[in-house]
């Protein structure tokens, strides 16, 4: 009865479509702390040898001035140096460089999640990204992609959304 219970008020507060639960309750913890620790936005950045094109990435979202987001790489493997480069101080640096922009988040962990492994392509590492991103919506923002200001994500965000 309590379980039957804690997956309707599941539904009503968070709107979960709970059909698959009953079918699989174990799956019921997994789901309710996603939900609860949800982020608004994820960014799923993919990367393969492409060293210069991650620090321009990585730099944009660090200066966002919008913080409710989760950044995850995902690195086929690259041999380049792409994966030392995180964390790295030619990182830190080259944020650094950015001029008339407060940065809001720190520096040394904007990426919440790093996976670098041999993929499937393009679409099996965007697949990856998908299954550990835990946000409202998501951002495919491809290592040499950047965000166009500081404040972008922060504008887009301040818009109230319905839904169809």
């Known amino acids: 009865m309590f379980y039957h219970s804690v997956i309707y008020l599941t539904h009503i507060f968070f709107q979960i479509d709970v059909k698959p639960l009953r079918k ?8 309710l702390i996603r939900t609860l620790s949800a ?46 480069l995180i964390g790295s101080v030619e990182l830190i640096e080259s944020v650094e460089l950015i001029e008339s922009v407060e940065l809001k988040n720190s520096k040394s962990d904007i990426i919440a999640e790093l996976i670098s492994e041999p993929d499937g392509g393009i679409f099996n590492a965007q697949n990856k990204g998908i299954s550990r991103s835990m946000g409202e919506f998501l951002l495919f923002l491809n290592s040499g992609d950047y965000l166009s200001s500081p404040s972008i994500l922060e504008k887009v965000f301040s818009v109230e959304f319905s839904e169809d």
Do not use: H
């Open 39 to 84: 982020m608004k936005l994820s960014i799923i950045t993919i990367n393969l040898n492409n060293r210069e094109g991650l620090v321009t990435t990585l730099s944009s979202v660090a200066t966002q001035t919008f913080t409710d987001y989760e950044l995850i790489v995902i690195d086929g493997g690259s041999d380049d140096g792409s994966v030392e």
């Open 24 to 31: 699989r309750p174990e799956m019921f913890g997994l789901i």
